[in-house]
């Protein structure tokens, strides 16, 4: 029972998973039984308190880590085509799906055990509403993750993060629809925006000192993975509404092992559909000897604990610290993460797994499509001015996905 000392903290025989779960321990994390921020912020007043720039900071550290996995997915990626002996051009649609379902699964399962060990006290807490509220976000995140990671088998992990970055630019255009209004205009705006930042990323849309011209080759120019990393994000779209919803009315922090738990499921399931089917593959000892590879579960592990467990956990504790607009800003940094890491993180995979992977450098396109993609998010999110009413003491809110 919450409030009742332990004898024994059964994490005290792991210093390392002890140790961890005293760093951020989430009973304490602002968020009281109902769901809702224990904490009150100021909404008036010039200064900042320390732990709204402590949350500001922790939440910054927090897109690094989620900006770290595209170019790790990737990674993954090149290691599967290695393996069985395919490229990114040859590869079957049944083996890149079976494989993404593979490594979803084998990632949100670790982050599952992981979070089950060091936050047991909130497992504890998990009711029948939190399992279902698990399944319906774990759906839309799962079907997005699965769509971005068979992209990331064709495209650029930083172009992955730009074009993921537009469900930041969807949320408000599909609340507004599912309620049966038009988006308000800079939500629009912010829509425009985007779709010529895409245009530009993607080189469909030529930028240069003769002026801007539609590529003679656009129709090559978007390929395969483009269009899957867009459907992706509306998924992401979808999971961002649902967390908006169930968590201004169940306790947040709950929902995030039933969500883990959820994504296991669907990816197993999944797996168990489409792998039959791939070619590729021999039998299960073709993914055996990949998953007990040093070099797999490097990767694999480097996902699990730090952008799933800490990433996800961070967020629960300190996300209710800020307003859903600041929260939401930063949220948009997580692409300029990708982009960096992807500079990076490649060369070192190569040397560690052996695989013909090489850092991404910047180009115009990426910089100047970029720049607008992060443009159109923050204008689709910039603020209503609402009636000066109500001046008293305000509880702070899940994000919301009001337009």
């Known amino acids: 029972m919450p409030g009742n000392a332990d004898v024994r903290d059964p994490l005290s025989t792991f210093p390392f998973l002890f140790h961890l779960r005293k760093s951020f321990p989430l009973e304490s994390s602002g968020i009281n039984a109902s769901g809702a921020a224990a904490h009150p912020l100021p909404t008036s007043g010039n200064g900042m308190n320390a732990q709204t720039r402590r949350a500001i900071l922790v939440l910054i550290v927090v897109n690094a880590l989620w900006g770290m996995t595209f170019p790790v997915m990737k990674g993954l990626n090149l ?28 990632r949100f399962g670790l982050a599952l055990i992981m979070f089950s060990i060091v936050f047991h006290r909130v497992m504890a807490r998990i009711r029948m509403v939190h399992v279902w509220g698990g399944l319906a976000i774990g759906f839309f ?112 922090i709950a929902l995030t092992p039933t969500m883990f738990g959820s994504v296991v499921l669907m990816a197993g399931v999944t797996f168990a559909i489409l792998s039959p089917h791939v070619p590729e593959a021999t039998g299960e000892a073709a993914w055996t000897s990949l998953a007990i590879s040093p070099e797999f579960i490097g990767l694999i592990g480097l996902l699990g604990i730090f952008p799933s467990l800490l990433a996800f956990a961070w967020m629960n504790k300190f996300q209710p610290y800020l307003s859903a607009g600041q929260a939401a800003v930063i949220y948009t940094c997580e692409p300029f993460f990708a982009s960096t890491w992807a500079m990076i993180l490649p060369g070192l995979m190569a040397t560690y797994c052996a695989i013909g992977y090489q850092n991404e450098t910047f180009s115009w396109p990426l910089i100047f499509g970029g720049v607008l993609i992060l443009a159109a998010n923050v204008i689709a999110l910039w603020p209503q001015r609402q009636p000066r009413e109500n001046h008293g003491s305000a509880q702070v809110s899940p994000p919301t996905t009001d337009a």
């Not at 290691?79 to 649609?93: C, P, R």
């Not at 971005?148 to 949320?171: D, E, N």
């Open 141 to 252: 995140f799962f079907s997005g993750l699965l769509l971005q990671v068979v992209a990331l088998g064709t495209i650029p992990a930083s172009r992955s993060g730009f074009l993921t970055s537009m469900a930041v630019v969807f949320t408000p255009v599909m609340a507004t629809l599912i309620r049966g209004r038009l988006p308000r205009t800079t939500v629009m705006v912010g829509v425009a925006i985007a779709m010529a930042g895409v245009a530009v990323l993607t080189e469909i849309v030529v930028v240069d000192r003769s002026g801007v011209s539609i590529a003679s080759d656009a129709l090559q120019r978007w390929t395969r993975g483009d269009t899957l990393t867009i459907l992706g994000a509306l998924f992401f779209s979808g999971q961002i509404m649902m967390v908006d919803y169930l968590g201004k009315r169940y306790e947040s």
């Open 79 to 106: 290691q599967i085509d290695q393996h069985f002996g395919v490229t990114e051009h040859t590869a079957t649609i049944w083996l890149r799906a079976s494989s993404a379902a593979w490594m979803i699964g084998i």
